[in-house]
């Protein structure tokens, strides 16, 4: 079955890079996400890299796909206290339908 | 385009009532989901329509819960009789055939007393 696992929480300070980690059992993902939730709102697309791909940057954010060991990572560099969220990693395989983690909730500090 | 748009925002309601939660997709977009969200369980997909006809709906939690997609812009999800249990932040969403497209609405979040 599909199952998408996260750690709850991580706590970075302003200015640090912060690195959300993934696991997903599906060996079949072809995309794989990752979102961001704030506080009282809807999820957001933060960005998306396909399983043939093993890294994609996009401005402060860096993607990495571990294929072999079905890892992804999302990394945000100079962290902002405006990045404070919950991120959630999430794939699609072979059917329609989004498959989400557990969320981690990131917390920035001064 | 407005985005997915859910209404209402806030929904607090009297357990046993009947409550009706109501979503527009973004036009053009032939797949629409329905999720919910808890502290307990995070997401979880309820139910999906693709062209208006419901394709998996295994996570509908039990038969209180009933979702419907009359035309291709206008679906609801309705539980009757609601618990307070059903409380949580809904969400409905939708997409073109790849997943890269997929837009979330604002979620309704349900109170149920």
């Known amino acids: 079955g599909e199952d998408v696992e996260q750690s709850l929480f991580l706590s970075v300070r302003e200015g640090d890079s912060s690195v959300i980690n993934c696991t997903y059992t599906?060996?079949?993902?072809?995309?794989l996400y990752w979102y961001k939730q704030e506080p009282g709102a809807g999820l957001q697309l933060l960005t998306y890299?396909?399983?043939?791909?093993d890294m994609k940057q996009d401005q402060r954010l860096t993607v990495l796909l571990n294929k072999k060991d079905k890892h992804l990572s999302l990394r945000i560099a100079d962290t902002q206290t405006g990045d404070s969220a919950i991120y959630f990693c999430a794939e699609t395989a072979d059917t329609d339908k989004l498959i989400f983690g557990t969320g981690t909730r990131l917390q920035v500090f001064p | 385009d407005a985005g997915v748009i859910q209404s209402p925002r806030h929904e607090v309601t009297e357990m046993g009532q009947e409550v009706t939660l109501r979503c527009k997709p973004i036009?053009?977009?032939?797949?629409l989901f329905w999720y919910r969200q808890t502290m307990m369980r995070g997401l979880e997909l309820l139910i999906y329509?693709?062209?208006?006809?419901?394709?998996?709906d295994s996570g509908m939690p039990e038969d209180r819960f009933s979702a419907k997609m009359p035309n291709a812009s206008f679906s609801t999800l309705k539980i009757q009789p609601s618990e307070p249990r059903d409380s949580a932040v809904y969400f409905c969403?939708?997409?073109?055939?790849?997943?890269?497209?997929?837009?979330f609405g604002s979620g309704t979040r349900l109170t149920v007393v």
């Open positions: 969403a939708s997409s073109l055939r790849t997943g890269i497209s997929y837009t």
């Open positions: 599906d060996s079949s993902s072809t995309y």
């Open positions: 890299i396909f399983s043939n791909m």
């Open positions: 329509f693709n062209n208006n006809v419901p394709i998996d």
């Open positions: 036009s053009g977009h032939d797949y």
